[in-house]
């Protein structure tokens, strides 16, 4: 007779979701408060459960098997779903709690944090956490359940197998971002609208080609018949923003981003025109799980007029006068 370890299913699922999100054995275990060897053991009893290999044996952590992104996948939904019976058994006075993990990519993150923000202050039993990350990593964490909901590029949607809801909650306007020789007096100027054409012909420190904000400004350069050379890329808005600072290259960025900075008085921004372009940016939901009390708190503020109007004054062409404040 061959001996197997007793399985305690739902807490093995949890380290085996732990290690997706954090992929490292060390860190994983850490997160769920307990030893390396537990968490290892417990995920040989889940193997030996399913009779299939989960995690690829290496002496670092590579990833899942097949067979174990499968055993994952279902994880997920089991814990979502645990989750949501524990709510619906503590009654309807039970008020939002809990961790609710927003994902955002890089050039929504001003808004997004505005968002979590507001969320937190309404809900106090929230506590967000916002990550900032691609829109494939958006689409994938909204697919697997390791995020809650994702604010990103809409249009993306209909790529993906898996079926998300959005909700709009802004236009992306595009600016040329660079460092004036005389700061102004009180904030960044906002300046007079310049050629994507004209734009292509400064030093230009752009995202990298992986992130889906460059594919939308290669697309607006080539429309206005300039092919650019970088002078400098980077995954980093924080890298970019600086380097602009630094004032020898120039940077283009959205709205939000430029709102971001609107307190530097030695930065311009001048509006990109020829070709117009408009990107809508909203939440993503997926639409196949139903949501815990906490997504239906975060989806019933992005639906609110009063963080509509919030979210459009930090972004868009910045036109409000009161863009800049908190």
């Known amino acids: 007779m061959v001996w197997r370890p007793a399985l305690n299913l739902l807490p093995s699922l ?13 860190r994983a275990a850490q997160a769920c408060h307990i030893t390396q060897p537990a968490l290892s053991n417990a995920l040989r009893a889940l193997e030996q459960e ?14 899942f098997t097949p067979e174990g992104e499968i055993i994952l996948a279902s994880a997920q939904r089991m814990l979502h779903e645990h989750a949501l019976l524990r709510e619906s058994l503590k009654g309807d006075a039970l008020a939002p709690h809990g961790p609710l993990r927003i994902g955002a990519v890089p050039t929504a993150m001003p808004v997004a944090a505005r968002f979590a923000a507001m969320l937190q202050a309404r ?25 809650d909901l994702a604010m990103g590029y809409i249009g993306r949607m209909d790529a993906r ?64 018949g300039v092919q650019v050379v ?5 995954n980093s808005i924080l890298a970019m923003a600086l380097c602009v600072v630094q004032g020898q290259m120039c940077g283009i960025l959205p709205g939000a ?20 372009v408009r990107t809508p940016i909203g939440f993503m939901f997926n639409a196949q799980m139903r949501p815990s009390r906490s997504q239906q ?14 979210a459009a004054m930090h972004s868009g062409m910045l036109t409000s006068p009161v863009a800049g404040s908190a």
């Open 14 to 26: 949890r380290y085996l979701v732990a290690l997706n999100e954090h992929r490292h054995f060390g």
């Open 50 to 63: 399913f009779e299939a290999v989960i995690v690829k044996r290496e002496r670092n952590y590579v990833g």
């Open 123 to 147: 809900q106090s039993g929230i506590r967000p956490i916002v990550l900032s990350l691609s829109s494939a990593e958006l689409e994938k964490g909204l697919e697997n359940l390791s995020l």
């Open 161 to 224: 197998s898996v079926r998300l809801t959005s909700l709009e909650q802004y236009t992306e306007h595009y600016f040329l971002l660079r460092r004036v020789d005389h700061p102004q007096t009180d904030s960044l100027r906002i300046g007079q609208p310049l050629t994507w054409r004209e734009a292509g012909q400064f030093p230009l420190c752009l995202l990298t080609p992986e992130m889906h904000n460059r594919t939308i400004v290669d697309a607006a350069l080539r429309q206005a």
């Open 230 to 234: 970088p002078a400098m890329e980077t």
């Open 257 to 276: 981003l430029v709102g971001a900075v609107r307190s530097d008085r030695q930065l311009e921004a001048l509006p990109l025109v020829e070709p117009e």
């Open 297 to 310: 708190a975060a989806m019933e503020l992005a639906r609110d007029v009063q963080w509509l109007q919030h």
